[in-house]
Nanobody, 122 residues
Framework: QVQVEESGGGLVQAGGSLRLSCATSGRTSDDAAMAWFRQAPAKEREFVAAIRWIGGRTVYADSGKGRFTISRENAKDTVWLQMNSLKPEDTGVYYC???????????????WGQGTQVTVSS
C-alpha cells in the first residue's frame, strides 16, 4: 500500500506563503491521483486540491483558486502545494492523500499522511 508523508507546515502571517510537500512510496498504478485536504478545529475535513500523476490534470476548491498551486514530480514521487496570499481562515491541519480517482470526497482516498499544521496569523 502506498505510504504518504507531509511536511512543510508552520506559522506564517496573513499574506505570506508556504509550500507543503507530500512524499510517497510504494505507489502503484491504482494510486492515480493525489489530493490535499485540510481540517480546522471543530470542522469537517475539506478538499483543497488534487492532481493526477499522469498528465498532471488539476482541480481546486474555490477557496484556493488563484492562490494555491498543486504540482507533482513523478520521478520523485512527490507532490507539492504552493500556498500564496494566505489568510487566517486557511489555518488547519493539511493532509495529503492518495486515491484512484481525482475526487473531492475524502472517503474516496484510502491512504493518508499524518498531516502538517498550518497556522496563519492575522
Amino acid at each position: 500500500q502506498v505510504q504518504v508523508e507531509e511536511s512543510g507546515g508552520g506559522l506564517v502571517q496573513a499574506g505570506g506563503s508556504l509550500r507543503l510537500s507530500c512524499a510517497t512510496s510504494g505507489r502503484t498504478s491504482d494510486d492515480a491521483a493525489m489530493a490535499w485536504f485540510r481540517q480546522a478545529p471543530a470542522k469537517e475535513r475539506e478538499f483543497v486540491a488534487a492532481i493526477r500523476w499522469i498528465g498532471g490534470r488539476t482541480v481546486y476548491a474555490d477557496s484556493g483558486k488563484g492562490r494555491f498551486t498543486i504540482s507533482r514530480e513523478n520521478a520523485k514521487d512527490t507532490v507539492w502545494l504552493q500556498m500564496n496570499s494566505l489568510k487566517p481562515e486557511d489555518t488547519g491541519v493539511y493532509y495529503c492523500a492518495a486515491g484512484s480517482y481525482m475526487r473531492k470526497n475524502p472517503a474516496d482516498y484510502l491512504a493518508w499522511g499524518q498531516g502538517t499544521q498550518v497556522t496563519v496569523s492575522s
